[in-house]
């Protein structure tokens, strides 16, 4: 039987990955993130709903928006905060940044800067799941634009021939940076994934109880053995697609339908309707604040990395 | 440069219409930098062209397309992604001339920007022109100015053959003059920035003004070096370089790309041949360190070459 | 109207290839080829049948295996032979071969050593039709393994979204190398066409006049302006995947049901049938061995490719 | 060789579970060159596994299964067809260790023959190993026999980072005794093949072969040029380097590669500096010339190097 995800679990995971990433845009507008960083906010109930359906033992590939499935991963508020800020504390050592945050230990297997190249990563994870008998699935997120890559095509065929535990979640926000990804992909990702053969489903993308059940529902399967899946979660990217994107693009009414189906509101609603008393609800607000600007002063104090530690960083230490 | 890159591009759609540009949102978005503003406003939807994120294709597209009467000028938006279309870069574009028998050359531009300084990260900021300098069949510019930005380029799609023109992402906001008839500038011809005659700095891109920030520092310690800028790295101006070190028989090369197996060697290998006896010390080179380009401020400012590391090096092969 | 492909013409078409392979097999065996030649034995009908669809204006991106392509498109025989051979007068002067057979004038982009590339080439080619106004159309011919690969699934989209006049031909010969291509892909080609919203048909590729009919019909949908097409045409490898190759994975069993769907046999018994003269037949079976004699002849005594020729090839001639 | 290379994948599977194979027709077919045979029928076709014609996404796996606790060793069938899968080598592979802060390394083999001299033209022939010897976080070696290709791919497998091992072509068919208790062959050591004392031949790969032929044959003119096979190009073993040419104060870098941009520019780059002072001569390269490798056998006869244009190049050095 699926699992059930805790309602109040995926809004508390919500919360702080809405916490960190609007703090993280007051902290880019300030001059403090080097780089540039792409946010998911209003894309969170796809990470946490996803995230809540996996095992420590499982395998995450993400992308250039990969905020969310870090922190929906359980990736740590003060090490992630110290990479995207580049301390010496940060989870790559401030070496990758907002777009490289990884934590393998806990089958995050990092942020990806280029479109398409998580799937055949977690192929190749999905590939050594089944091979060493650990019972984990891997995931790969991927948007809507980047179907257009030939890795996805390729990844899903070896997954379908090869019938591996890969479940493939589309975030579809509508948008590859700067068009509209319907005039980009000519195929819909239900049609696709039939054409190989592999189950497709189709969420509410803003909704993350029924992402998490969806998810949940998927990798059962794929733990049964049942060979790979895909999952298109419908959103919506309520920012530019990095931020300072000055969105000339887009017009106010697409921005604006896109902040009323606010994951977070929907959640909190649902849970006020279930009887979670509103101090609860605000409870958890209040520990998502305190967790992220916990993590942020504790980045800010963190001392700079250290070219010294970073120089021989490319290979193993040799042994002696 | 911006500016030079959008006007050359402008100019040339105006000129010839088999020039096409094709790229991911170069055309309503006006590319990621800026550098195709305007242009599909101007020329249509079907010759600046807004692509999926599929380098594969676009390059190989440009391959057909080059093959078939048109001039396509393709943007890739980070170096770092050519991983994704060399196949039609190196297996098709560089060799249909040759492997077909010399029948029809393959003239297309590929436009994609290199370089750190903007915290960009490890798959953002590299700088690999050394790997299409070592693919016979490709030529690869790589302009300091914006006057050169736009002079190579016109050059690049006025070529019978496929041109890669390297641009270098920190300098995009770089002003500059650029006359209202610019000279042309023939691919495969260094420039002398700045003349001296203690020692020869070569190098492209960034690493110019570095170089001749480098060259500054020396002057005050009565070091006169002389600043090179290759502008093209295949072909290169062997004889320039070779002249050059013939005034002033020491050599620095520098780049901003990895200098293990960089461009640089290739400079200094010539010299270590033809110029071999023209030298009065060591070759050296100054490029980055043997890692990936790193992330956080403080790190990729101490993995950056600059103008103090050039100015050692001058120093270096003086002693 | 969709225009009718002369039977006879056809069945010249494949006798010349016919010929022309098999001599290069008996050329191959004694030592006479340099490199590696992967035959089209058995899948004449493919080349000959799409080819007869197009005319001078129009693109072809070949393969590996891509002699018949460039026999259907006129490339002469002389040229053809030199260049496999390796001579000074092949069509290109002895610098690629086999797989390499290109004559640009005639709208031939190439054979191609690399699996899955010549679809990018021949949606390229497609777009400087569409650009440059010449009516004309581009195919690329594709084997049922290289579906694999990204390049595919790339170029489909892109034709699709752009409304290309590309069109794709699978020569599905059941074999990816020396693996069954159905161990190798996952989707069906009439599926994975449909999630693009691409047209597909499926053709018996032993059968030329079906062939041909097939491809006039979807070319001057092509011509119309209506976007992409995919052929399928099922066929057979009768020989090695390249000459030489002692078929260890394959049985005999197989290698004799190949050989059963003769498209050249099947054509003459057409012809016959149809009240054509077996004279006329032999004239043209006659005509074919002849040219090919000739064409052997010419190119054992031309000269052999000269480096002096070749070793400023790979730009144009600096201007002076 | 080819019997070296399966020996030591056969082996490597055996002890380690870690270790799988995969790429295509490597299976069931034993491979396109043999070097996989018999291993699918002895370790079951999840280990060795037959893969679809996906070079991009056979090396993305590699990846992901180095990621999630395996040691797999892909091939990719041609040199030539690592341009299809250059991302996931270079900007996910060789990055890892280093972007993710060290957290773990990628301990992946690709397996790629390179080189010519089959006729296989232009797309089957090319040496592209200076790509990734430019690439921090890749390792890559070359052997040039046997026993090399056996103690080298060893040592790539147990290798906690990736590491390319290019096998040429024409040495596959190649016969040699591999010991039945082989030494290890730490990457990165080269190996002196024939001592000399008037100057250095650098080689690896095919062209070492061609280095001893034209030592035998300076030899004869009373020139006794030492040897050295590096095996390792990245890294390379600067310190075997620098001490046979403080000996002999000649050096000649040889390999079937594109000269311009190759393997040698870089050997040569750094005696230019490191080596200055030990320099009584020019620095020759011998590499192959800057076109595609052409297809008819005179053709590539006369593009290939050999012993006689090393042999060329040590006597120019000492003139
Ligand atoms: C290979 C590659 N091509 C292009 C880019 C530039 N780029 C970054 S994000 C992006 C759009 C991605 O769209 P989508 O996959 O829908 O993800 P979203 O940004 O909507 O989350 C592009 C084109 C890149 N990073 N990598
Ligand atoms: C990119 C690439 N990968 C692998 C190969 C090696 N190879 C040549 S032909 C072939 C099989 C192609 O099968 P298919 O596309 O069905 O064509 P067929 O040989 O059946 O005509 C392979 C794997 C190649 N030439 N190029
Ligand atoms: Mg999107
Ligand atoms: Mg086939």
Chains 1, 3 share one sequence.
């Not at chain 1, 054409?195 to 049964?224: C, F, I, Q, S, T």
């Not at chain 2, 503003?37 to 391959?63: C, H, K, W, Y």
Request: include cysteine; hydrophobic fraction near 50%; aromatic fraction near 6%.
């Amino acid at each position: 039987m699926t699992r059930m995800a805790d309602p109040l679990a995926l809004l508390r995971t919500m919360l702080l990955i809405r916490e960190a990433e609007m703090a993280l845009a007051r902290l880019f507008a300030d001059g403090e993130v080097p780089g540039f960083i792409h946010l998911s906010v209003g894309q969170e109930a796809v990470a946490a709903g996803v995230c809540s359906a996996l095992g420590p033992q499982d395998s995450v590939a993400s992308t250039h928006r990969g905020h969310g499935h870090a922190i929906a991963r359980g990736v740590a508020l003060d090490g992630f905060f110290a990479e995207v800020l580049g301390r010496a504390s940060g989870v790559c050592g401030g070496r990758g940044g907002s777009m490289h945050v990884a934590d393998l230990n806990r089958g995050m297997l990092g942020a990806n800067g280029i479109v398409g190249a998580g799937a055949p990563i977690a192929l190749g994870a999905a590939l050594a799941h089944r091979i060493r008998g650990t019972g984990g699935v891997a995931v790969a997120f991927f948007g809507d634009g980047a179907l257009a890559e030939g890795a996805l095509h390729e990844s899903l065929n070896l997954a379908a021939i090869w019938r591996l535990p890969l479940l493939l979640v589309c975030e579809n926000n509508g948008w590859a940076e700067f068009s509209r990804s319907d005039t980009q992909v000519a195929a819909t990702l239900s049609a696709w994934s039939a054409a190989y053969g592999v189950p497709h489903a189709e969420v509410d993308g803003n909704d993350a109880a029924a992402v998490a059940a969806a998810a949940a529902e998927a990798v059962e399967a794929l733990r049964r053995g049942e060979g790979p899946r895909v999952l298109e979660a419908r959103t919506h990217r309520w920012r530019g697609h990095f931020e300072g994107d000055p969105q000339r693009y887009r017009d106010a009414e697409d921005a604006a339908r896109a902040a009323g189906h606010d994951p977070i509101a929907r959640s909190r609603a649902a849970l006020l309707a279930a009887g979670v008393a509103e101090s609860a609800l605000h409870a958890a607000e209040a520990e998502a604040r305190d967790a992220v600007a916990a993590a942020i002063a504790g980045a800010r104090a963190a001392p700079a990395a250290e070219w010294a530690d970073a120089r021989h960083g490319a290979y193993a230490p040799a042994e002696s | 440069m911006v500016q030079a890159i959008n006007r050359a591009l402008a100019e040339a759609l105006a000129e010839d219409p088999a020039v096409i540009l094709l790229g991911e949102d170069i055309g309503a978005a006006g590319g990621p930098f800026g550098a195709t503003r305007g242009l599909q406003q101007r020329f249509g939807p079907d010759r600046v062209r807004d692509t999926p994120i599929s380098e594969a294709a676009i390059m190989g597209a440009a391959v057909g397309a080059a093959l078939t009467g048109l001039r396509p000028v393709a943007e890739i938006m980070f170096m770092d992604f050519v991983t994704l279309a060399m196949d039609a870069l190196v297996n098709q574009a560089a060799k249909a001339r040759f492997m077909f028998g010399g029948q029809r050359g393959v003239p297309l531009v590929l436009r994609t920007p290199h370089g750190g300084g903007l915290s960009a990260g490890p798959q953002h900021s590299q700088c690999l022109e050394a790997w299409l300098c070592h693919v016979p069949g490709l030529k690869v510019v790589c302009p300091a100015t914006p006057a050169d930005a736009y002079a190579l380029l016109r050059s690049a799609i006025a070529d019978p053959d496929p041109v890669v023109v390297v641009e270098n992402k920190a300098l995009y906001a770089m002003k500059g003059e650029v006359p209202d008839a610019p000279e042309p500038i023939p691919i495969g011809r260094a420039r002398i920035v700045r003349p001296g005659r203690d020692a020869t700095i070569v190098a492209y891109g960034a690493a110019v003004h570095w170089a001749t920030d480098a060259a500054s520092l020396l002057a005050a310690e009565g070091i006169e070096a002389e600043v090179l800028d290759l502008r093209s790295l295949q072909p290169w101006d062997e004889a320039a370089v070779l002249e050059s070190l013939s005034r002033t028989h020491r050599l620095v090369v520098a780049h901003e790309a990895v200098e293990a197996f960089g461009v640089g060697a290739e400079i200094a290998a010539r010299m270590a041949d033809a110029g071999f006896d023209e030298l009065d010390g060591p070759i050296l080179r100054v490029g980055a360190p043997f890692t990936p380009v790193p992330f956080a401020r403080e790190l990729e400012a101490a993995y950056r070459p600059d103008a103090a590391r050039i100015a050692a090096a001058v120093r270096r092969t003086l002693d």
